[in-house]
Nanobody, 125 residues
Framework: QVQLVESGGGSVQAGGSLRLSCVVSVYSFRAFGMAWFRQVPGKEREGVACINSWSTTNYADSVKGRFTISKDNAKNTLYLEMNSLNAEDTAVYYC???????????????????WGQGTQVTVSS
């Protein structure tokens, strides 16, 4: 059973920064494809960033230059560093994992089998 637990969400003023973490309970974490998604009530889940087993990354246009995805294989942890936050970044953020690591990685929901419970990020203007 693969479990993903996000943390690091919270409230921040526009222009501020947050770092999200996602601890994944799986033996072969380094081989997994990983991603971050976000969702606002009433809207579809949006892909934010992904990273594959070779640490190649991909980003949604809306976050390029502001967000950085990374992982620590020794800690089974995925990160999302978010800078220059604005009100449009307000959402519940989810981490996702899949045993198939694609190159380039994908930021579509159907590419990931396992999901965390989400962490709320609120940016006030």
């Amino acid at each position: 059973q693969v479990q993903l637990v996000e943390s690091g969400g919270g409230s921040v003023q526009a222009g501020g920064s947050l770092r999200l973490s996602c601890v994944v309970s799986v033996y072969s974490f380094r081989a997994f494809g990983m991603a971050w998604f976000r969702q606002v009530p009433g809207k579809e889940r949006e892909g934010v960033a992904c990273i594959n087993s070779w640490s190649t990354t991909n980003y949604a246009d809306s976050v390029k230059g502001r967000f950085t995805i990374s992982k620590d294989n020794a800690k089974n942890t995925l990160y999302l560093e978010m800078n220059s936050l604005n009100a449009e970044d307000t959402a519940v953020y989810y981490c996702a994992a899949d045993p198939t690591s694609r190159d380039p990685c994908q930021i579509q929901s159907n590419a990931y089998r396992h999901w965390g419970q989400g962490t709320q990020v609120t940016v006030s203007s």
